[in-house]
T-cell receptor
Framework: KQEVTQIPAALSVPEGENLVLNCSFTDSAIYNLQWFRQDPGKGLTSLLLIQSSQREQTSGRLNASLDKSSGRSTLYIAASQPGDSATYLCAVRRTGNQFYFGTGTSLTVIP | KAGVTQTPRYLIKTRGQQVTLSCSPISGHRSVSWYQQTPGQGLQFLFEYFSETQRNKGNFPGRFSGRQFSNSRSEMNVSTLELGDSALYLC?????????????FGQGTRLTVV
């Protein structure tokens, strides 16, 4: 069974810092990996999608990498802002629209 | 372009009752999947529908069921509600659920069972 782990569980940084969130998964047979953010009590907002054949994807201040063979992905956030405060979830997809989610990293950016 | 719409946003039900939640996917999307999110278990996959057929199913009891209509809208039903069913229920839609398509989530339905 696929297990997804995210480290750290919580992170607090001052505004302007660059930071890295980590995600690891046990089964490398994945279709793709998607990073989401979730604000309290809200749904999930898609940030980046990385196909299994790709190494990284970038969108604005966000960069996600994927090392499928080692079962790892990282989400890099540059020049963090208070509006980046949220829970970040990584999810791996094996088949159809079925995702296995990590437990998330709760990020707080202090002004 | 409208996103994924879930209704209602909030529900309070009593133990033993049943409930139906609705999800309207992004226009043109044919795959809809459902997830339960609780503080203790995180996000767990319930089931996926594609072209009115259940394609995948998670490890939930038979009290949880769903269906998809010809317009791709999906409903999820939970019968004989238990306190432990209190959760945020999220649905996701994608074009066809194939490996290179991005999934988009709705805002969720917050179910409280009392």
């Amino acid at each position: 069974k696929q297990e997804v782990t995210q480290i750290p569980a919580a992170l607090s940084v001052p505004e302007g810092e660059n930071l890295v969130l980590n995600c690891s998964f046990t089964d490398s047979a994945i279709y793709n990996l998607q990073w989401f953010r979730q604000d309290p009590g809200k749904g999930l907002t898609s940030l980046l999608l990385i196909q299994s054949s790709q190494r990284e994807q970038t969108s604005g201040r966000l960069n996600a990498s994927l090392d499928k063979s080692s079962g790892r992905s990282t989400l890099y956030i540059a020049a963090s802002q208070p509006g980046d405060s949220a829970t970040y979830l990584c999810a791996v997809r094996r088949t159809g629209n079925q995702f296995y989610f990590g437990t998330g990293t709760s990020l707080t950016v202090i002004p | 372009k409208a996103g994924v719409t879930q209704t209602p946003r909030y529900l309070i039900k009593t133990r033993g009752q049943q409930v139906t939640l609705s999800c309207s996917p992004i226009s043109g999307h044919r795959s809809v999947s459902w997830y339960q999110q609780t503080p203790g278990q995180g996000l767990q996959f319930l089931f996926e529908y594609f072209s009115e057929t259940q394609r995948n199913k998670g490890n939930f009891p038979g009290r949880f069921s769903g269906r998809q209509f010809s317009n791709s809208r999906s409903e999820m039903n939970v019968s004989t509600l238990e306190l432990g069913d209190s959760a945020l229920y999220l649905c996701a839609s994608s074009l066809d659920g194939q490996k290179n398509t991005e999934a988009f989530f709705g805002q969720g339905t917050r179910l409280t069972v009392v």
